[in-house]
């Protein structure tokens, strides 16, 4: 199987630790994993704010670039489902024939832990992490891909990790994108909630698929100085006794960014 990495460009830009496990995860997993070097953008920013013109030419950049594989991975539950469920819908109402037509020969897009569970078919990864965690199902992993049992079942199967349950889980974080920017207020009053329930939990760490709301929430943990960190899916299964996972992506050192 040809697997290529659609890495994110949040993560590209401040979150390169997780693409990094996550190619540390899953070549332990015997994957070989290529880098595509013309992706960009899945256009999410775009569609999500009425420019969906300006969308047009980042839809046949990911058409363009991921040609040819036989599946894309990444560690984006947003960005697979922007791909997935809008991008033939940006093309059709753009009326651009063959690039829907393009759109429709992509390759499965899969957020990882539906490629490690139903595409590879595994679940215990080998990982270890013993600390106490909290798990937070974001939007689009829950609502849209609903991939709700794929990483509940990695990390329980994770060694030595104390999965705690998260009160209101499904309630969104805040972020959203635009979201925040336009509606600060509300965001930061759904960011609240959702911190109280990660302090009810009395976990070490918050863990989620999507590193755009554990930027949101971490930023909030570290200024009201929980010592909660966030860890992206990913970087807790690429986690073993030989290699732990490192505090590289902290809400602390987000929010000081």
Do not use: W
């Not at 979150?15 to 994957?31: I, K, N, S, Y």
């Not at 046949?60 to 697979?80: K, L, M, Q, W």
């Not at 390759?107 to 106490?132: I, K, M, N, T, W």
């Not at 959203?176 to 760490?205: I, P, Q």
């Amino acid at each position: 199987m040809r697997t290529a990495l659609f890495v994110t460009c949040l993560n590209d830009t401040l979150f390169p630790g997780t693409a990094r496990a996550m190619v540390r995860l899953l070549e332990r997993l015997g994957c070989t994993v290529d880098f595509p070097a013309g992706q960009t953008c899945c256009g999410q920013m775009h569609f999500n704010t009425g420019y969906q013109r300006e969308c047009v030419p980042l839809v046949r950049r990911f058409t363009e670039a991921f040609e040819g594989y036989d599946a894309v991975v990444t560690p984006s539950g947003s960005c697979a489902a922007m791909v997935r469920e809008y991008h033939g819908r940006v093309a059709e109402v753009a009326g651009e024939s063959r690039l829907a037509a393009a759109v429709r020969r992509t390759p499965p897009v899969y957020e990882l832990s539906e490629f490690l569970v139903d595409v590879l078919g595994v679940v215990d990864v080998g990982a270890y992490f013993p600390h106490r965690v909290t798990y937070h199902p974001t939007c689009h992993t829950l609502r849209m891909l609903k991939a709700v049992r794929q990483p509940l079942a990695l990390l329980r199967a994770v060694r030595g990790i104390d999965l705690v349950e998260l009160p209101s889980a499904t309630e969104c974080c805040g972020f959203g994108g635009t979201f925040a920017l336009k509606n600060a207020d509300t965001s930061v009053a759904m960011c609240a909630d959702k911190v109280r329930h990660v302090l009810d939990t009395g976990a070490e760490v918050l863990c989620a698929t999507d590193n755009s709301c554990l930027m949101h929430i971490g930023g909030a943990l570290t200024r009201l100085r929980t010592g909660v960190r966030t860890l992206h899916l990913a970087e807790i299964l690429a986690s073993t006794e030989d290699e732990p996972a490192s505090a590289s992506h902290t809400g602390e050192e987000v929010a000081h960014r």
